[in-house]
């Protein structure tokens, strides 16, 4: 008598989990292959931005409230318009909406040129305001028409792709806009991401994006005219979708300790800056792209890419960022700060790209324009709000390791509610996945 074992199942070519999915999408999906191109060009740009921007506020002004107040302006337009964004994704052609905010982005960066001494700093906020509050009409655009052009298979591929290919665009983009900024000037890093995003729309312009017609009203009461009646609709599909409702507030979850994007500025410009020579927030922001590039592929292998994985693997993951960050707060220079980093949004990355795939598996695409910019409008809000807070701790001589110490505590809270969350799940819930 023989017996025969059965040989261990290695990962599909075309699972999330395998680099080579990745380029099998590329190769095979064309359509998303421009999508995609397009939003990483304009990535890339917004990282040279950013750095040329934090470059600028610490050379006028030398403070970390500067630099959270920048940051607030970049949050809140979400948190103001996040809901009629919502509102115009579902209602109107996602991929003009795409390239008019390219277009107009386009003229408001810019201005940024116009800021030549500390007096002008009131209008790197306003631009930064006006700036962000584009975007915010063109993120829900984009999130919500992946489905559109990826099959239910190709979703946690695309997904993942999408993670990574922004987390590497930080990475270069910001190790860039660093160099570009020190040895050629912030504005030149300015005008790279105005450039992108003429690239971006061009690009843009090729994709086949479909549209779906929408139902047509014969009433023109007051609250369908002005979108109340479609917010109204939208919360109430949220409030019928409890695990909707649930992995809405995964992202807001991380942004209770958002203040720690500040404290990366602080650090590498102040903390481990060498003969008052700054520069070194670009090595801590490309660690922390580089860490949110393999975070996905790491978690997918480790903890497949069921449902029920996923949702194990963004509970892990707030734990590992905690970890991280307190290992962060005692970091003696900036080379073991960068491993931190590093580490730090591996755990970011993971609960980001997995609570966007499950959404995208389980919200219907008449809704999902309007999920996705409640979601983005709940992580901004909490966003500001940490932001906000770590900018006064530090303008009122609060140590910034002891800062950082409580922003990676903070880190435990939604971790701890998540897994409570689980619990709750029946095991029927947990074992079926998304339909």
Known sequence: MTTTTEPKKEPSPRSAGNLSSYLYLLRSNRNYRRFWMSGVISQMGDWFNYIGIFVLLTELTGSGRAVSWFLIA????????????????????????????????????????LVHDAEHVYLIYLLAFIQEA??????????????????????STANGLSGA???????????????????????TAILVDSFSFIISAAIMVSVALPHQAK???????FARITGWHDLLEGGRYVKDHPRVGALLMVKSGWALSGGILVMLTVFGEQIFSENGQGGLSGVLFSMRGLGAAVGPIVAWRLFGDGVSAMHKAIGTAFFISSLSYLLFSQS??????AVCVFAGHIGGAIQWVFSTTLLHRRVEDRFRGRVFAAEMCLLTLVLSLSTWSTGQALDMGVDPRTIVIVLALFFLLPGTSWFLYL?????????QGEQ
């Open 423 to 431: 619990r709750s799940l029946p095991k029927t819930v947990e074992s």
């Open 215 to 221: 139902k047509k009203h014969t009433d023109f009461s």
């Open 134 to 155: 584009v975007w915010t009409f063109s993120h829900p655009a984009r999130q919500a028409s992946v489905p559109n052009i990826c099959s239910r298979e190709e979703l």
């Open 165 to 187: 290919s922004w987390s590497i665009m930080l990475a270069v983009g910001a190790a860039l806009g660093g160099f570009v900024s020190a040895v050629f000037g912030w504005q």
């Open 74 to 113: 970049k949050f809140l337009p979400t948190t103001i318009l996040g809901p009629m964004a919502g509102i115009v994704a579902d209602r109107f052609s996602r991929k003009t909406i795409l390239i008019t905010c390219d277009l107009m982005r386009v003229v408001v960066v810019l201005g940024y040129l």
């Open 332 to 337: 003696a220079n900036i080379y073991l700060a």
